[in-house]
């Protein structure tokens, strides 16, 4: 026999039995969002490695160590699975002038790839819901995508989730405490890791975000950003701080939060829970007013988030969520010259009339049939024999609750088996 061949590490089968839940997350996700106003978008999976690049930031994880990209063997372009869906959304509204038409709420869901280590929680290939404000400037939609957020959480039966905020100021306001926080770094030089030691020019503010427990201590003692906020940043900080609590929104200030992406400015924020071990952040995003300008529009502002599927769906579970798929309503069961030909014809009745119906297929006994009617969880065991088929009729079973059997012509089929088991 030929080697069995596995999936990638890090990159799951997504089954039947779990695929219900998804389902159930999905439509959640298109009911929220469509009460919100925002619209789907569909972005392809693969892009140039350079927006990845230019909006994420050289000197960050994903594009250091985490990107999937390769050269086109037709003409050598640089091309990356994409990492995250902000940049390629951008990409998107800009090519095709979206924002002529004014400001966008867009949503986009899909799987997206980093090359990480695999572990509880965190993937290469794993699935992200995004929502982006394109063209808004002000606190007012940081906030609706954060009580979006909330609102998503009861819809799933999720409570253990707490929101951090924080923000990050203007680029001015960023340079000033750059400036700062190398000077504090450099005093701790000895103790910094190989990460830090590297980004300690070029990018030190990432520090901060260090998943490296040894570092824990020297980030805590590290000067505030919050201390070096330009007035604009802190105007804008207090106003969605204010929108938050008259909307009943719980939420702590973290002066810590970074985030690991580089495009950020202004408001950050995270829904973090302590139910999932170390990955426990289930949703992050932020305010990136550069980054449109950076991939070439014309300047605007805007705010998103993006939502772990994996990492929502386990707190789902956690928090005892239960999605089962609906069983079918009937199992079709046949045998005889005539029929096996009447029963495509019962079946087919039953599926206009809206009702779920399986037709067993392959040879078998009515006994052995009957118990593959069983299994499959149907309301009811339709039963076709010949003398059945002669007659136009057929025989129902209920097999989920203690009642007689009965023999009906096709024409009322639908009726009774749309009605529940007790009614017959
Ligand atoms: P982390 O700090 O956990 O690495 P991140 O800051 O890299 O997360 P983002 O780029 O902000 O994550 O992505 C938003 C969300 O996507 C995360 O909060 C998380 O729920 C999910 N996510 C990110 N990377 C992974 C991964 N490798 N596997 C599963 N989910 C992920
Ligand atoms: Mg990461």
Not at 41 to 60: A, H, K, N, Y
Not at 393 to 408: D, F, N, T, Y
Request: charged residues 25%; glycine residues 10%.
């Amino acid at each position: 026999m030929a080697r069995t061949i596995q999936a990638i590490r890090g990159m799951n089968d997504i089954l039947p039995d779990q695929v219900y839940l998804w389902e159930f997350f999905e439509q959640a996700i298109r009911e929220c969002m469509a009460a919100y106003g925002y619209r789907n978008i569909r972005m392809p999976i693969v892009e140039q490695t350079d927006l990845f690049v230019r909006s994420i930031g050289s000197v960050t994880d994903i594009v250091e160590k985490e990107m999937y990209s390769f050269s086109d063997s037709l003409n050598g372009d640089s091309l990356t699975l994409r990492p995250e869906g902000t940049a390629s959304c951008v990409r998107a509204a800009l090519e095709h002038n979206l924002l002529y038409a004014g400001p966008q709420r867009l949503y986009y869901s899909g799987p997206m790839f980093r090359h990480e280590r695999p572990q509880k929680g965190r993937y290469r290939q794993f699935h992200q819901v995004g929502a982006e404000a394109l063209g808004y400037a002000g606190p007012d939609i940081d906030a609706e995508l954060i009580i979006l957020c909330g609102e998503l959480w009861k819809k799933l039966g999720i409570s253990d989730v707490r929101l951090e905020i924080g923000t990050l100021g203007s680029a001015e306001s960023r340079a000033l405490h750059r400036g700062r926080l190398i000077r504090y770094l450099e005093r701790h030089l000895g103790r910094l890791d190989e990460d830090a030691s590297r980004r300690l020019h070029s990018n030190p503010l990432r520090i901060l975000d260090s998943k490296n427990a040894e570092m824990k201590e020297i980030i805590e003692g590290a000067p505030r950003l919050l201390d070096d906020l330009d007035e604009d940043s802190l105007a804008h900080f207090e106003a969605l701080q204010g929108i938050l609590r008259e909307q009943g929104v719980d939420f702590e200030i973290n002066p810590r939060l970074v985030r690991g992406l580089d495009y950020y400015n202004r408001t950050v924020f995270e829904w973090i829970t302590s139910r999932l071990g170390a990955q426990g952040t289930i949703c992050a995003g932020g305010r990136y007013d550069g980054l449109v300008e950076q991939i070439g529009g014309k300047a605007a502002p805007a705010c998103g988030f993006a939502m772990g599927i994996e990492r929502t769906l386990a707190l789902m579970l956690e928090s005892g969520a239960k999605v089962a798929g609906s069983a079918p309503d009937a199992y079709v069961i046949h045998r005889g010259e005539v029929a096996d030909g009447f029963a495509w014809k019962v079946v087919r009745r039953l599926r206009d009339g809206g009702l779920k119906a399986i037709l067993h297929c392959g040879d078998g006994s009515f006994k052995a049939q009957m118990k593959k009617a069983d299994a499959s969880g149907a309301r009811f065991a339709v039963i076709v024999g010949d003398d059945e088929a002669q007659a136009g009729e057929i025989s129902v079973k209920p097999l989920r609750e203690a009642a007689e059997q009965v023999r009906v012509g096709l024409a009322e089929a639908v009726d009774l088996l749309g009605a529940s088991p007790r009614m017959i």
